[in-house]
Antibody, heavy 121, light 107 residues
Framework: QVHLVESGGGVVQPGRSLRLSCAASGFTFSEYAMHWVRQAPGKGLEWLGMISHDGRNTFYGDSVRGRIVISRDNSKNTLFLQMNGLRVEDTGVFYC??????????????WGQGTTVTVSS | DIQMTQSPSSLSASLGDRVTITCRASQSISNYLNWYQQKPGKAPKLLIYDASTLEPGVPSRFSGSGSGTDFSFTISSLQPEDIGTYYCQQCENLPITFGGGTKVEVK
């Protein structure tokens, strides 16, 4: 069974850092590009960034570029999202997602259950 | 950035009705358009990718069409389990962007 399980969410004060993890199982993790998506409370989906299958290339969305770092450890089948300088508006559910290996960029066929981050003083 | 405009933002339909959602891209995205369903408290689920390809295991009452800038998503006969919010997503170029969502309810 293909699974993605996020962890590391919680309540954090503005300006602090947090690292989220996404554990993959049931597939060859090193063959897939991976993404992070955020959903603010009651809002839509926002793409945060992605990492290539081998970890060599990363791309970030405008709203978080410079404040986040996406990395992966293919030996441990784990994806990471390091978030720095957290703001109240970063509050939301964070999902990791697997990209279909079809095009340069492609649909997300597997999603984790999400982990909630609340930024509050 | 490519802007994705979805309409309507919400709709109410009867069980068995045909439901159509549209998505317009601010520039041509060829067929790099995907549709997701999200139920409350759950992660999004991929239904259709590359504008019209049904993800394995997804019921055939779901379909998608379009290319360039204009796309549509249809549920041929609305079922109770189809209630949720639907999002389009373009993956033609970075940053990947989503439409604002369409909330589907039963009348």
């Amino acid at each position: 069974q293909v699974h993605l399980v996020e962890s590391g969410g919680g309540v954090v004060q503005p300006g602090r850092s947090l690292r989220l993890s996404c554990a993959a199982s049931g597939f060859t993790f090193s063959e897939y590009a991976m993404h992070w998506v955020r959903q603010a409370p009651g809002k839509g989906l926002e793409w945060l960034g992605m990492i290539s299958h081998d970890g060599r290339n990363t791309f970030y969305g405008d709203s978080v570029r410079g404040r986040i770092v996406i990395s992966r450890d293919n030996s441990k089948n784990t994806l990471f999202l390091q978030m720095n300088g957290l703001r109240v508006e970063d509050t939301g559910v964070f999902y990791c997602a697997r990209e279909l290996p079809t095009n340069m960029f492609a649909a997300f066929d597997i999603w984790g259950q999400g982990t909630t981050v609340t930024v509050s003083s | 950035d490519i802007q994705m405009t979805q309409s309507p933002s919400s709709l109410s339909a009867s069980l068995g009705d045909r439901v159509t959602i549209t998505c317009r891209a601010s520039q041509s995205i060829s067929n790099y358009l995907n549709w997701y369903q999200q139920k409350p408290g759950k992660a999004p689920k991929l239904l259709i990718y590359d504008a019209s390809t049904l993800e394995p295991g997804v019921p055939s009452r779901f379909s998608g069409s379009g290319s360039g800038t204009d796309f549509s998503f249809t549920i041929s006969s609305l079922q109770p389990e189809d209630i949720g919010t639907y999002y389009c997503q373009q993956c033609e170029n970075l940053p990947i962007t989503f439409g604002g969502g369409t909330k589907v309810e039963v009348k």
